[in-house]
């Protein structure tokens, strides 16, 4: 019997007696080392491009149907259904392109909801493989596969050998897969509607012909026919002298051998897949030159073995100000997977002085936020105001060269993030990064947290869980992320988002790198690893990236200057319109407090007299606010005519000093007459301010006193001139005193409801004494 021997994640078969122990051990080992591959939903999900089978779809999907299905039977807790799940998701991978033909699906015993439909098909032990023809009938329990294979290659070719046996009626879905005779393809263009046929000479034994017609079975006008070596006219005919070897046969009758890396499955797909004409079912292909001609969007030629910076540049414009932006505050995870991402991008971005201090400055003020939370409109400040402090700025807009798709929806963005960071990866091993994975953790927490494209970000996330830990080197870095990436690929190849002229494959193609690609002995397609870090690291140097379509440094910096400027002043001529209109609400108040202000400054106009009034010596009497500069050009000493606008001062009852000498000193005139008005505009402006009816109380009560401190101020003045002040009668006194504050229509309307309450009081009054009268008098009756 045969003795399975356990590796580190796998299990393989030995010539050997089988020992329990070392079975059991090998299982147990097995599911814990990959148990990071087990999910909540089981082994397997929808992105692994299997069908995930329940009680509710299992009819629907094996019995009747128009395709063939091969299943798996297995359990969560099963190590050795751990150990194969790889290769059945190898397997799905790989013959994606032969759908609608055959299906691969898969159901978890172990799931209590399950376990009626494993027991139906008689499944007792896991893992288990049934094949189900197409329209299998609802009793079918299909066909089981004892000691299959654990290799992709011989699954495939198990799958082959049951899709030749159906007995039925061929299925439609099927191309045939029988070999070829000379009389058919003597007349193969009468009878089918295609521009080539590829005829595949091999061995009886070889399976590569039916593998590559599979492979073409999404793909229109083209045809492909196996034709066995002992088919000796056709041999001579197209004068074969290799097997296997594929020849192109067309409409015209012309012949000629197609030409590829090596003789193998993988690259006769590849070339014909790519054939002038060939296009997959469902997207027929509009000439690129027509799409180019009708575009609104400007083509721009660009070398397609080449990494063009535009598109890094455009890749970082996206990503920070319209990714981002939809995140109006970003805190815990997602504040964490931004520090990173910029970070790494500060680190090892290969770009223009600009943007790459830009970037810097971006990732300093971002490792000073100490706060739980930043908002967007703070972190988007920062990036668009780097250009004010010095000549740092990212451009704005995008402008896709190498990831342009033919049309707007395809490619761009997407492509962008992916050369973006492989371009890190491959920057971080040439600078000697001390974490192999700072950059692949960084772009886990971005797309993790930020990329628009959720189950994206979910099928990038299981990729992340399933093997990113085991990357110990940069060199496996770069490795992981183009294996990933070409997963991707394969998952995504003829799906609606697939530009059909820019076709998603296994990158990169013999044609661009041919020592990547190799041949093992059993016929099956190898990547040489080796070569293939050498490619990576010389396609994504950025030595090599070329600086086409840029725009230039100095116009970014001048542009961007303008926009902030441009910005700024709308911000403060938003902000001036609104002052303004504070000022006119301002100078607009309710009409009645206008009134009483107007009947404040009338009543205040002789208080002003008394308070502000200078007692002018008869000389100076009348002398203007102008000082010497008097209405009527007279000299100073002259007496002056007063203006009629200004009031009177009042100059009842003052004696005047007794002159010595009739003669003017101009020193002590103009001293007394700028002391005077200095005086004079201080009670004003005092006084104004008394009377505002927006002043609170307080603030009254210490213009008031502050007032009065200008009357003693005045009084003192007063003295030192000489003068004797005016005695003031007390009534007017106390008057003013007690009205202060307060209009002429304020003092009626007090005096008005003082007399009105003495009126409502003496009623009372009166009223309930005329009760208790007339009470008395009802009292004193018999």
């Known amino acids: 019997m045969a003795r399975w021997s356990c590796g580190a994640t796998s299990c393989y078969k030995t010539k050997s ?140 070719h198990y799958i082959i050998d049951k899709l030749e046996m159906h007995n039925e009626a061929w299925p439609p879905a099927c191309p045939p897969l029988e070999t070829a005779s000379e009389a058919e393809i003597d007349n193969f263009f009468q009878t089918n509607n295609v521009d080539h046929l590829a005829l595949v000479f091999e061995s009886k034994n070889s399976y590569v012909g039916r593998e590559v017609t599979l492979d073409l079975l999404q793909y229109e006008n083209i045809a492909v026919r196996r034709v066995l070596d002992t088919e000796m006219s056709l041999v001579s005919r197209f004068g074969v002298t290799d097997f296997p070897s594929c020849y192109l046969y067309n409409s015209s009758g012309n012949i000629y051998r197609l030409k590829v890396l090596s003789e193998a499955r993988t690259f006769y797909s590849y070339a014909l897949q790519r054939l002038p004409g060939v296009v997959r079912t469902g997207k027929p292909q509009i000439p690129i030159t027509d799409l180019i001609k009708n575009s609104t969007v400007e083509w721009r030629p660009f070398n397609k073995t080449r990494v063009y910076m535009s598109d890094l540049e455009s890749a970082l414009h996206y990503s920070l100000r319209v990714e981002l932006s939809g995140h109006i505050s970003i805190s815990g995870d997602d504040l964490t997977a931004l520090k990173k991402y910029i970070h790494v991008l500060a680190k090892y971005f290969p770009g223009r002085p600009s943007v790459k201090s830009a970037l810097k400055t971006l990732d300093n003020w971002l490792q000073l936020q100490t706060g739980a939370e930043i908002r967007y409109s703070d972190f988007r400040d920062v990036l668009d105001n780097t250009v004010q402090t010095s000549d740092a700025v990212l451009p704005e807009g995008v402008q896709w060269v190498g990831c342009q798709g033919s049309q707007e929806r395809y490619r761009g963005y997407p492509c962008a993030v992916w050369t973006l960071f492989h371009v890190l990866t491959v920057q971080a091993k040439e600078t000697g990064s001390s974490d192999p994975q700072e950059v692949l953790q960084a772009m886990r927490g971005y797309v993790s947290s930020f990329f628009g494209c959720r189950p994206c970000a979910t099928h990038f996330e299981s990729m992340a869980q399933e093997s990113m830990d085991h990357v110990t080197s940069l060199s496996s870095a770069v490795l992981w992320l183009w294996i990933r990436h070409n997963r991707v690929n394969n998952r995504l190849a003829g799906d609606l988002s697939e530009d059909p002229h820019f076709p998603k494959i296994q990158w990169p193609s013999p044609e661009l790198c041919p020592s990547c690609h190799g041949v093992k002995r059993t016929g099956e397609h190898q990547w040489n690893q080796e070569e293939v870090q050498i490619f990576l690291q010389n396609y994504f140097s950025s030595a090599r990236i070329l600086t086409d379509y840029l725009q230039d440094e100095t116009q970014a910096l001048i542009h961007q200057r303008n926009r902030l400027t441009a910005a700024r002043m709308e911000k403060e001529a938003g902000r001036g319109m609104e002052r303004r209109a504070r000022e006119v609400l301002d100078s607009h108040p309710a009409e009645e407090p206008q009134e009483e202000e107007q009947e404040e400054e009338e009543e205040e106009e002789p208080a002003l007299e008394e308070q502000a009034g200078e007692p002018y010596p008869a000389e100076l009497e009348g002398m203007g606010e102008t000082g010497a500069d008097t209405t009527n050009n007279q000299a100073p000493w002259e007496k002056p005519q007063r203006p009629q606008s200004q009031h009177k001062p009042r100059i009842v009852g003052l004696k005047l000093r007794e002159r010595q000498e009739d003669i003017v000193d101009l020193d002590s005139f103009v001293n007394q007459h700028y002391k005077a008005k200095a005086l004079r505009a201080a009670a004003m402006s005092g006084v104004v301010r008394r009377r505002s009816l927006q002043k609170k109380e307080d603030a009254e009560d210490l213009q008031f006193e502050g007032g009065w401190r200008v009357k003693r101020d005045l009084g003192s003045q007063e003295e030192n001139l000489g003068i004797e002040p005016y005695p003031r009668p007390q009534s007017k006194r106390w008057m003013s005193l007690l009205s202060v504050g307060f209009s002429r229509l304020d003092v009626s309307l007090c005096v008005l409801l003082y007399l009105l309450s003495t009126m409502c009081l003496l009623a009372m009054y009166l009223y309930f004494k005329l009760r208790i009268k007339l009470r008395r008098a009802k009292v004193s009756l018999p």
Request: proline share 6%; glycine share 4%; hydrophobic share 40%.
């Open 17 to 156: 007696k089988l020992n329990p122990l070392n079975s059991f051990l090998c299982a147990f080992i097995s599911f814990i080392s990959l148990s990071p591959l087990i999910t909540e939903a089981g082994l397997y999900t929808a992105s692994d491009q299997i069908i995930i089978l329940s009680p509710e779809n299992v009819d629907s999907v094996l019995f009747n149907s128009s395709a063939a299905h091969l299943v798996e039977f297995y359990a969560t807790w099963c190590g050795h259904c751990v150990a194969f799940s790889p290769t059945w998701k190898s397997l799905a991978r790989d013959i994606k392109e032969w759908r609608p033909a055959v299906d691969l699906a898969a159901i978890d015993c172990a799931d209590e909801s399950n376990r009626k439909v494993c027991t139906n098909f008689g499944i007792t032990g896991y893992p288990s493989l049934k094949f189900f023809p197409a329209y299998s009938s609802s009793e079918s329990r299909g066909q089981d596969l004892r000691g299959f294979p654990r290799d992709v290659r011989g699954l495939r």
